[in-house]
């Protein structure tokens, strides 16, 4: 199951406080696994952005999916995917 990285920004005034962006972190969760993806982990972050998310998805459409669907908390995410580095041996091999 690919691996997908999301840095998203939380829309300036969507929530009063930490707390309230906490209390959606179950929903989240749930519209992640509702479009085939499963949240590995998620991070609150220092700088431009807010949040870093890592999940597994079944396919591209999958993340995509999820991504839109994670929008409607006010969370704007940029997805890629994440390949860990120790499939850069296999890669150099394949060359």
């Keep these: 199951m690919p691996t997908y990285a999301a840095i998203a920004t939380v829309e300036t005034g969507r929530f009063q406080n930490a707390q309230e962006l906490a209390s959606i972190w179950g929903d989240v969760q749930t519209d992640l696994e509702d479009k085939n993806c499963h949240l590995i982990d998620a991070y609150v972050l220092l700088g431009e952005r807010d ?4 999940f597994e998805a079944d396919s591209r459409e999958d993340a995509l999916q999820a991504s839109i669907a994670v929008q409607r908390y006010g969370i704007s995410m940029d997805t890629m ?3 860990n580095v120790d499939r850069l041996g296999e890669l150099v091999d394949e060359l």
Aim: charged fraction near 15%; avoid cysteine.
């Design 51 to 54: 949040v870093l998310l890592l």
């Design 81 to 83: 995917e994440a390949m």
